[in-house]
T-cell receptor, first 110, second 118 residues
Framework: KNQVEQSPQSLIILEGKNCTLQ??????????LRWYKQDTGRGPVSLTI?????NTKSNGRYTATLDADTKQSSLHITASQLSDSASYIC?????????FGTGTQLKVEL | NAGVTQTPKFQVLKTGQSMTLQCAQD?????MSWYRQDPGMGLRLIHY???????DQGEVPNGYNVSRSTTEDFPLRLLSAAPSQTSVYFC?????????????????FGNGTRLTVT
């Protein structure tokens, strides 16, 4: 069983709408929690990295939150754009000890 | 701003053939790594390097070799390709090498090599 689980598996939203992606992790102790965006046919690109002392971090229209007590993180996308269509991957850990989720496939439509 | 460059983008091999996937970065990163991405699974670490001349195994190293003769280059060699090695391979690099200091460094990924073994 993957120690980093993401939901939903896929999501379709209309352009301009907000959405929230979820990540639950079971690995411990807490290291750091990362979110990556992966466009089709491209490599993942880092959006945010949160350490144990941070419970929210923003990068433009992307805001990640972390609840270390419940081992949950979320990625909120505000005012979605067509270019937000991608897979969003939640990652626990640091250095060479990274555990990747399987991603949420987001499609933004007109 | 080349970042991490991987070649080739696509490759088809027959079972038993060997090949080398190339990876180069121009950011002077000490840490480099290879991952494979398969449908329905998260990225999995194959091998990594914390500096020139230093390499180590990741989660799924069998069937793959690496070397790190320079800071810039980190090639991945498939010794005898098998259908189970059909995957998308990503090379990634980051600034720091020490466990503590590298924890907060983002990984910079190349755009991948899609390998099919028939």
């Amino acid at each position: 069983k993957n120690q980093v689980e993401q939901s939903p598996q896929s999501l379709i939203i209309l352009e301009g709408k907000n959405c929230t992606l979820q990540c639950n992790y079971t690995v411990s102790p807490f290291s750091n929690l990362r979110w990556y965006k992966q466009d089709t046919g491209r490599g993942p690109v880092s959006l945010t990295i949160m350490t144990f002392s941070e419970n929210t971090k923003s990068n433009g229209r992307y805001t990640a939150t972390l609840d270390a007590d419940t081992k949950q993180s979320s990625l909120h996308i505000t005012a979605s754009q067509l270019s937000d269509s991608a897979s969003y991957i939640c990652v626990w850990g640091g250095g060479n000890k990274l555990t990747f989720g399987t991603g949420t496939q987001l499609k933004v439509e007109l | 701003n080349a970042g991490v460059t991987q070649t080739p983008k696509f490759q088809v091999l027959k079972t038993g053939q060997s090949m080398t996937l190339q990876c180069a970065q121009d950011m002077n990163h000490e840490y480099m790594s290879w991952y494979r991405q398969d449908p329905g699974m998260g990225l999995r670490l194959i091998h990594y390097s914390v500096g020139a001349g230093i390499t180590d195994q990741g989660e799924v190293p069998n069937g793959y070799n690496v070397s790190r003769s320079t800071t810039e280059d980190f090639p991945l060699r498939l010794l005898s390709a098998a259908p189970s090695q059909t995957s998308v391979y990503f090379c990634a690099s980051s600034y720091s090498t020490g466990q503590a200091s590298s924890y907060n460094s983002p990984l910079h990924f190349g755009n991948g090599t899609r390998l099919t073994v028939t």
